[in-house]
């Protein structure tokens, strides 16, 4: 998959990671692909780490979505939004 198919759907995986967390997130397009692609990375190594994934095979969608929401609600935490 090529850089712009990464960025699609790490936005894609972003915006339902958003989606599915209650609360506003003052995210924008950037913040909200990084996110997905963030989510995508850290679903990735968990599942290496769990021998669900072999290395080189990426992370599954809902993995990902997984993956970014966690993320998401770490960086709410930090930045001590309400959520």
């Known amino acids: 998959m090529g850089l712009i198919g990464t960025i699609l759907i790490g936005f894609v995986i972003g915006l339902v990671a958003r989606a599915i967390l209650p609360g506003t997130q003052a995210l924008g397009f950037i913040l909200t692909t990084l996110l997905g692609i ?23 969608f809902l993995a990902s979505v997984v993956g970014a929401a966690a993320l998401l609600f770490i960086v709410g935490k930090l930045r001590g939004a309400s959520t």
């Open 38 to 60: 963030g989510g995508s990375l850290l679903a990735g190594y968990v599942g290496q780490a769990m021998h669900w994934y072999t290395l080189g095979q990426p992370a599954g």
